[in-house]
């Protein structure tokens, strides 16, 4: 870390160019982070506020007293240990399916060449082109066909045979990494699966950590999935619990769902500022970088 | 075919072999389906009955089909090069020597955490053309701020705002693409005495072009397929100038039951995101820097 | 800092942490295996009824207080109520797919969509087997349910509007709070009285807009006596009465100016989160449902103001209103028809559908009515609501599977109107000429499936 550092200071003196520069870095960055944070930290402060706060017409910034007891009231409407085991499950089995899935297929797309290769790769393209409304009620016969409505499975064993999206952004990583680096091995007499185990995985590990964190998040909030498919409440997800707190003629509490909204983002946030460092920043770290 | 390119179409097959299977039952036989569906009268609660290519004539006819194709253009010219600019700009600037980068990486990431639903009531009340921050912010500077969401002129730029907000997404693709750019190319030009200016369009940008060139890609495929947030928050509105086109696209096959002409829609859609996304592909060959195969 | 941690510990944590994944990853393989077929009975015998609700928040804990009810009248059948957002896309790929619930819970106009494509089954029969007699609700509510001279839904709880005033506002400007506009030129008269403006001349509190909260905005010919559609197959937009109405409507855009009626409009951020512009008293007449009672005991207890019938255009025509229900109905392949008629019946006992009322703070859909439900009533203003539901005069969605269609292109045409880029004459016109063409290929599809449906209703009819 330290030896970074030095590098990039001792590359300029401190001219009155750089101090700018500096300046304007930080200021670009406030400026941003205000934007970027305004909205969650009103969402944070709606699900402190009692209905009296919420409905008026000049907006409260900080509500007094906070009224902590929303929390209370929202974790048990969600039901939600319950609802975060169904959530954290689907999340765990499609985060798994999809990066084994993907970067597998990945790999085949990108670092070996064979023929109809690129065709199908063409058509892997395609399928993402067609609006999913259309695919739905093929694909709800298919799985009443499997038996599975009413189940998971619909929800997670798709993910174990990969999908266009993850596929073509690991590709695109898989690209970039230096041919002559697995030449080496293929010389060397190693199975092509061990390059792909033991030197391409290691070197797209950042790649294949957003590939899980874009997983884990779809799936976190995906409400149209286990809408379709779930039909007992006990089994029901997070992002299908919210729409407890929205009620047509009987006044949605903005109070409690915004609190909801709060519980759902909060892991994913703790979550996300303590690994990002490992798959940002991971590869230079472990020293496999060239 | 030589004994190599047996055993490589033997190796391909085998590594891309969970796709092949997916691809089939999950997406192709759907997909085949929806396309003889585009060929039918189809209620989805009756069986389809063949009309031939109706579904395609009575689209040509459709004010409102040509009015959600004309609103998902426009918004794609002016959201997609914004979007794009503005991820690039933003990893670039996390990806500076500076303090406290995790905390800013998150920040940036955050809005693409929210839930929709509760995205969708937080930006609909900041636009709020009376109590909204937005134009309270706007006041400052003396401007009068619009009815965001009810004005004809401003529901898309409202909209567009809103995801740009979600942009962190293609940051952390970018920011992870960063990292693989390779330390001693920086050392070598500054040695040279490339400034930032020079190694930023010299160095990184080529280096991480086959990012760019997914995000461009995907944001075209994305962008004109664009339905969950302006479905909740404008519902289409006002008089139709946030009807996109998939949003149209659903409320034929779900609210109106012409899951056939759903089915249509869908299919002249994929010819128009083939034909754009290829056009993109075309733009981008000799432009996109491998350095693997 | 992993230089501390020596190569083998690393590699030790190393494989515990892989141990702990692969345990985690089978324990979470093991529950997302579960489930397949619902279980069809309870573990003591009871024949388990799938019930799926539209209504979500509040409105569906109310329902689940009838549900539990039921379940502990009797001990043969278990109500499984489950509330359901965007139900109308559930129900329509599980019909669809042949796996929809016993019983289902939708509002009137979205009923239309199912019962011609033979997604709900006719309840004609059973009603009469139990004893139901259309006299036993009010006429106009019943209707709700009825398509093509079939019943296929039973009201849960009816609606009905009328119009809402601030009395603090009227005594403010001079008016008698106790007299409410009698006929739609005083409402305008009013309106204008009520209408404040700042030194600058932005508006700060209105009368009355016709967008404010503008859920309603293709049904004002209610009242003007128009229709929008010729109650069989042809829709009306531009009949003179409907273009007076909406020319009515457009009036407000001249005289207030369409961009502050809009600030005002969207200053309501979202209706039911309680900012609504009566309650926070921006506005200070409005267009509204019984359900808006529900809002003001929650958000503003204390609020003094009053209910009326919202005035008609002629003054030949009184007491008119659009009345709207929550219906019950039960899917086509249902596995359970009997008992979820039961449940069904059983909410349509008198004092069960007038405790779910309360509880919904409606009025209660059936002819007789106790007088103790008025007492126990916590809507002071409940009569005006049954009485205005009670009148023959008035409209309701209309009653056409090509409802979504039509109400999507008359809203189009009344934001043209609204914001005064086209006449009412020209965007209803519009309107006419874009909606024939679909209502008649709708109506000749009908045509060539009509007898084979009729009979095939007649003999899945449950009896």
Not at chain 2, 76 to 87: D, K, N
Not at chain 2, 121 to 128: E, G, K, T
Not at chain 3, 48 to 64: H, L, P, Q, S, T
Not at chain 3, 363 to 373: D, H, M, R, W
Request: aromatic share 14%.
């Amino acid at each position: 870390m330290a030896a970074r550092e030095s590098l990039e200071v001792d590359a300029g003196t401190l001219t009155t160019q750089r101090i700018l520069g500096r300046v304007a870095t930080y200021a670009a960055l406030l400026f941003f982070s205000v934007l970027f944070l305004f909205p969650l930290v009103w969402m944070l402060t709606t699900s402190l506020k009692s209905i009296g706060e919420i409905n008026t017409s000049q907006p409260v910034w900080f509500p007094s007293p906070p009224q902590w007891e929303n929390y209370k009231i929202v974790t048990a409407k969600l039901n939600f240990w319950r609802y975060a085991l169904n959530t954290v499950m689907l999340c765990v089995l499609t985060v798994t399916g999809t990066v084994l899935s993907c970067s597998l297929a990945a790999y085949g797309f990108s670092r070996i060449k064979w023929p109809g290769r690129d065709k199908l790769f063409i058509i892997t393209l395609g399928t993402m082109m067609i609006p999913f409304p259309v695919l739905m009620v093929p694909l709800y016969a298919l799985f009443k066909e499997f038996g599975w409505v009413g189940t998971f499975k619909p929800l997670w064993v798709p993910a174990f045979f990969a999908s266009a999206y993850n596929i073509f952004l690991l590709r695109q990583f898989f690209m970039t990494i230096p041919q002559d680096l697995t030449d080496a091995a293929v010389v060397d007499g190693c199975s092509e699966f061990r390059i792909f185990w033991q030197m391409i995985i290691p070197l797209a590990r950042s790649a294949l950590m957003v590939v899980g964190l874009f997983c884990f998040m779809a799936v976190w909030n995906d409400f149209l999935g286990p809408l379709i498919y779930l039909s007992n409440e006990n089994d029901f997800t997070l992002a299908l619990g919210l729409q407890a707190f929205q009620s047509q003629h009987g006044g949605t509490d903005t109070n409690l769902l915004m609190a909801a909204g709060s519980v759902m983002v909060l892991p994913v946030i703790v979550l996300f500022f303590f690994t990002q460092k490992s798959f940002i920043e991971g590869i230079s770290l472990t020293g496999l970088k060239l | 075919m030589t004994r190599e390119q047996k055993r490589n179409l033997v190796k391909g097959l085998l590594f891309t072999a969970p796709w092949i299977l997916g691809l089939s039952i999950f997406t192709m036989i759907p997909a085949l389906m929806s396309l003889y569906y585009s060929f039918c009268d189809y209620s989805v609660l009756n069986p389809p009955v063949f009309i031939g290519a109706k579904n395609f004539t009575s689209l040509s006819t459709d004010a409102v089909f040509w009015k959600s194709l004309n609103n998902t253009l426009i918004y794609a010219v002016v959201a997609l090069p914004l979007g794009t600019v503005m991820g690039i700009a933003l990893a670039l600037l996390l990806n500076q020597q500076i303090i406290a980068r995790p905390l800013f990486r998150t920040i940036f990431f955050l809005p693409s955490l929210v839930p929709l639903v509760a995205l969708a009531i937080l930006w609909q009340w900041i636009f709020n053309g009376e109590f909204g921050v937005l134009n309270h912010a706007l006041s400052w500077f003396g401007i009068d701020g619009p009815n965001w969401l009810t004005d004809t002129t401003w529901a898309k730029p409202a909209l567009v705002i809103t995801g740009l907000w979600g942009v962190g997404n293609s940051v952390v693709i970018y920011l992870a693409g960063l990292q693989d750019v390779p330390r001693d190319f920086y050392e070598a030009a500054r040695v040279d005495g490339a400034n930032w200016w020079q190694q930023t369009r010299h160095i990184t940008i080529p280096m991480i072009s086959p990012v760019i060139y997914f995000n461009v890609i995907m944001g075209t495929i994305g962008v004109l397929q664009i339905f969950a947030v302006p479905y909740v928050m404008t519902g289409g509105g006002p008089a139709r100038a946030t009807l996109f086109y998939t949003m149209y696209l659903f409320d034929q096959a779900f609210r109106y039951l012409n899951m056939g002409y759903a089915c249509a829609m869908a299919w002249v859609l994929f010819v128009i995101v083939a034909g754009l996304t290829l056009f993109a592909h075309r733009m981008s060959k000799g432009h996109v820097y491998y350095g693997g195969a | 800092m992993n230089s501390i941690a020596s190569p083998s510990l690393k590699r030790a944590g190393w494989w515990f942490l892989a141990f702990a994944a692969l345990i985690l990853f089978a324990v979470m393989l093991q529950r997302g295996m579960r489930g397949g077929r619902v279980a069809t009975h309870t573990p003591d015998g009871r024949v388990i009824v799938e019930y799926w609700e539209k209504w979500a928040g509040i409105e569906a804990e109310n329902m689940r207080v009838i549900v539990n009810d039921f379940n502990a009248s009797q001990n043969r059948i278990f109500v499984n109520y489950l509330s359901v957002g965007n139900i109308e896309q559930k129900f329509l790929l599980a019909a669809s797919g042949g796996n929809p619930p016993d019983v289902i819970g939708l509002y009137d106009q979205n009923t239309l969509n199912f019962t011609e494509k033979g997604a709900l089954l006719p309840l004609d029969k059973l009603m009469a087997r139990d004893g139901l007699t259309p006299a036993d609700y009010l006429p106009r509510i019943l209707n709700l349910g009825i398509h093509r001279g079939i019943t296929w839904g039973l009201p849960s709880v009816p609606a009905c509007l009328a119009l809402h005033y601030n009395k603090r506002l009227f005594r403010e400007a001079g008016l008698d709070p106790e007299k409410p506009p009698a006929t739609l030129k005083e409402l305008d008269e009013y309106a204008e009285k009520l209408t404040k403006r700042d030194a600058s001349g932005k508006l700060t509190q209105l009368g009355f807009s016709p967008s404010d909260p503008g859920w309603w905005n293709p049904l004002y010919p209610t009242w003007f006596g128009g229709k929008i559609w010729d109650g069989v197959n042809k829709p009306t937009p531009d009949t003179p009465e409907n273009i007076a109405a909406f020319e009515w409507a457009a009036s407000y855009s001249r005289k207030y100016g369409v961009k502050d009626l809009q600030a005002f409009r969207s200053a309501m951020v979202q209706f039911d989160t309680g900012q609504n512009s009566f309650i926070s008293e921006r506005v200070a007449m409005q267009l509204q449902g019984v359900f808006m009672f529900t809002f003001i005991e929650k958000y503003k207890p204390d609020m003094d103001y009053g209910v009326a019938p919202f005035p008609a255009a002629d003054a030949s025509l009184t007491s008119v209103t659009l009345v709207q229900a929550d219906l019950l109905g039960i899917p086509r392949g249902a596995a359970n028809v009997e008992e979820g008629w039961k449940f069904i019946r059983y909410v349509q006992q008198q004092p069960v559908m007038e405790k779910l009322c309360q509880l919904q703070k409606r009025f209660s859909p059936l002819a007789k009515t106790s007088e103790q439900f008025y007492t126990n009533h916590s809507n002071p203003d409940i009569r005006i609501f049954r009485s205005l539901a009670e009148s023959p005069t008035g409209s309701e969605w209309p009653r056409t599977p090509m409802i979504n269609e039509y109400v999507d292109e008359m809203e189009n045409g009344y934001s043209h109107i609204f914001m005064l880029d086209e006449t009412a004459a020209e965007a209803m016109a519009l309107v006419r000429r874009r909606m024939t063409p679909r209502f008649e290929e709708r109506e000749r599809k009908w045509e060539a499936i009509k007898d084979e449906r009729m009979r095939n209703w007649e003999e899945i009819a449950p009896r």
